[in-house]
């Protein structure tokens, strides 16, 4: 059976993507607090971060497409296939993709480099964060399926998980591919 891009699917996800959306929005807001009132707790997080992302300096540009785009692929996957647990999983990966967000953004802000920031999200970003969004969204409806059979109340779970990983293989992730190749030979080069 072929898969079409139903207009349905996208229809059943609309107040999910805005939920989505607006959980991510206010974990940024979030971290951007965070980053202000707690600058010892930010210095940790980015020592930490700048650790993990210190053998990523060290790959070919065409190594860091791959892992750029696994990292971003699997945790897309994630947050859909893990979307039964309760929707903790894509809930979580929203609010930490944005409060990272929010204390990148402060940290800008504080060293007067905003344009840097702009210029070191918007590129893949455009791609890249709506993405994460639907993930988020589709997780969390699958989520809010499973809590309404633990209450007895119907809901296909399978043909939802179904539908949203085939809607994630078919579009989500070659744009997390397109969004990956964006990072590597665009927004690095604007920002040396």
Do not use: W
């Amino acid at each position: 059976m072929k898969f079409k891009i139903s207009k349905d699917y996208l229809l059943s996800l609309r107040y999910y993507l805005l939920f989505a959306a607006l959980i991510f929005i206010l974990s940024v807001g979030s971290g951007y607090i965070f980053a202000k009132n707690y600058p010892a707790e930010v210095q940790k997080v980015l020592q930490d971060l700048q650790r993990v992302l210190e053998p990523i300096k060290e790959m070919s540009e065409m190594q860091q497409v791959f892992f750029i785009f696994l990292n971003n692929s699997v945790t897309g996957f994630l947050a859909i296939f893990l979307g039964p647990v309760l929707g903790i999983f894509p809930f979580s990966i929203l609010l930490a993709n944005g409060g990272m967000m929010g204390i990148m953004f402060f940290l800008s802000e504080e060293n007067e480099v905003l344009s840097a920031f702009f210029t070191g999200i918007f590129p893949h970003g455009i791609i890249e964060i709506p993405v994460l969004i639907f993930c988020g969204a589709m997780g969390i409806k699958i989520g809010k399926l499973v809590i309404k059979k633990i209450f007895k109340r119907k809901g296909d779970i399978k043909n939802e998980l179904i539908s949203g990983l085939k809607f994630f293989f078919k579009v989500l992730v070659p744009l997390l591919l397109l969004a990956s190749v964006i990072e590597v030979f665009i927004t690095q080069r604007l920002l040396i």
